[in-house]
T-cell receptor, first 109, second 112 residues
Framework: EDQVTQSPEALRLQEGESSSLNCSYT??????LFWYRQDPGKGPEFLFT???AGEEKEKERLKATLTKKESFLHITAPKPEDSATYLC??????????FGGGTRLMVKP | NAGVTQTPKFQVLKTGQSMTLQCAQD?????MSWYRQDPGMGLRLIHY???????DQGEVPNGYNVSRSTTEDFPLRLLSAAPSQTSVYFC???????????FGSGTRLTVV
């Protein structure tokens, strides 16, 4: 059974304080790893897809990286508007998608 | 605006009542799915469809029915609501199963 574990569950940062969120996974035949952002009361919003170890993707203050066992979402100099829950998901060889429980990020001004 | 539209946004049901959660997308996506989101459980797949007339069960299908008569619509039916079905329900669509989902804004359901 595929598993996705995200840590920490919650993270409080000061504005400008860079940090990383972790997504560890076990999956049968990884075809891709996804990062989503979810604001309170809204549906998840797609951020990135990573397909193979060593791949990196960037968007504004966010950079996602992938290894054979985990992915990191690096947040550089975060702003309060980056506060959200960040979800990680993996897709296996059978096109089954498994989501992690998310990391709730709070950025204080 | 292109996207996934879910209705209603909030609903309270009594145990045993039935209802239908609506989901419509205007992106001509073949793949549509329903998830429920519970604290500490992540998003769990209820049912999905790879095209009009084709549906299949996900991880937690019991107590729910779906049908897909058109590409645009994918309603979720609760047959006899139970308190365990209290959750936030999301509909998602994409061009291909698993990739680049567009989610609706969710329906918060409470069963009392």
């Amino acid at each position: 059974e595929d598993q996705v574990t995200q840590s920490p569950e919650a993270l409080r940062l000061q504005e400008g304080e860079s940090s990383s969120l972790n997504c560890s996974y076990t999956v049968s035949g990884l075809r891709g790893l996804f990062w989503y952002r979810q604001d309170p009361g809204k549906g998840p919003e797609f951020l990135f897809t990573l397909y193979s170890a060593g791949e990196e993707k960037e968007k504004e203050r966010l950079k996602a990286t992938l290894t054979k066992k985990e992915s990191f979402l690096h947040i550089t100099a975060p702003k309060p508007e980056d506060s959200a829950t960040y979800l990680c998901a993996v897709i296996n060889a059978g096109n089954m998608l498994t989501f992690g429980g998310g990391t709730r990020l709070m950025v204080k001004p | 605006n292109a996207g996934v539209t879910q209705t209603p946004k909030f609903q309270v049901l009594k145990t045993g009542q039935s209802m239908t959660l609506q989901c419509a997308q205007d992106m001509n996506h073949e793949y549509m799915s329903w998830y429920r989101q519970d604290p500490g459980m992540g998003l769990r797949l209820i049912h999905y469809s790879v095209g009009a007339g084709i549906t299949d069960q996900g991880e937690v299908p019991n107590g729910y029915n779906v049908s897909r008569s058109t590409t645009e619509d994918f309603p979720l039916r609760l047959l006899s609501a139970a308190p365990s079905q209290t959750s936030v329900y999301f509909c998602a669509s994409s061009y291909e199963r698993g990739y680049g989902y567009t989610f609706g804004s969710g329906t918060r359901l409470t069963v009392v």
